[in-house]
Antibody, heavy 123, light 110 residues
């Protein structure tokens, strides 16, 4: 049974880079046909997909965030990570990592989610 | 600004049937699988419906999904108090080359 756990600083200063890690248990970020995703949810608002990294290492990002986002993976630690640069208060949100399925880089959806981690952008 | 539109709220008495719509376009709902997620207060989203109206293990058959053209729907029959949650549709958008969520619908059990 796959389990995901997000970790990282809960407070980030404006203009700095937000960095989060998702640790995967019971699955592998380097084998199979899974898509490893980041999703966020600002307080009181809806869900926003940030992007994914496929087991091959290929990535796809939300076009509205593409210039600021990098998703990478560390196969030795079975983790994948999110970096979001030049953050502002608008990036304050609950951040979730999630496993997804799809075909030919088209993501169908996400079946396993982490519990989420709150990130606040404030000086 | 989401490309998938849902009503902001829906409600029903216990035992009733509630339907939530998800309106999209040919580039998303019309050409790709629509997934539905349930988010209980203060918790992470949970997969409710996937691919062609399939339910993950543990999701009761009171939940069902359907799609026609560029619109999809989630039906909850035999409404129960534990169904009070936010519900999101989602699909891949070919034009955006990205995954999009619906605006979300909050279901209240009266």
């Amino acid at each position: 049974q796959v389990q995901l756990q997000e970790s990282g600083p809960g407070l980030v200063k404006p203009s700095e880079t937000l960095s989060l890690t998702c640790t995967v248990a019971g699955g592998s970020v380097s084998s199979g046909s899974d898509y490893w995703n980041w999703v966020r949810q600002p307080p009181g608002k809806g869900l926003e997909w940030i992007g994914y990294i496929y087991t091959s290492g290929s990535t796809k990002y939300n076009s509205s965030l593409k210039s600021r986002v990098t998703i990478s993976k560390d196969t030795s630690k079975n983790q994948f990570s999110l970096k979001l640069s030049s953050v502002t208060a608008a990036d304050t949100a609950e951040y979730y990592c999630a496993r997804g399925g799809g075909y030919s880089y088209v993501l169908y959806g996400m079946d396993v989610w982490g519990q989420g981690t709150t990130v606040t952008v404030s000086s | 600004q989401s490309v998938l539109t849902q009503p902001p709220s829906a409600s029903g008495a216990p035992g009733q049937r509630v339907t939530i719509s998800c309106s999209g376009s040919n580039s998303n709902v019309g050409n790709n699988f629509v997934y539905w997620y349930q988010q209980l207060p203060g918790t992470a989203p949970k997969l409710l419906i996937y691919r062609r109206n399939q339910r993950p293990s543990g999701v009761p058959d009171r939940f069902s999904g359907s799609k026609s053209g560029t619109s999809a729907s989630l039906a909850i029959s035999g409404l129960r108090s534990e169904d009070e949650a936010d519900y999101y549709c989602a699909a891949w958008d070919d034009s955006l080359s990205g995954y999009v969520f619906g605006t979300g619908t909050r279901v209240a059990v009266l």
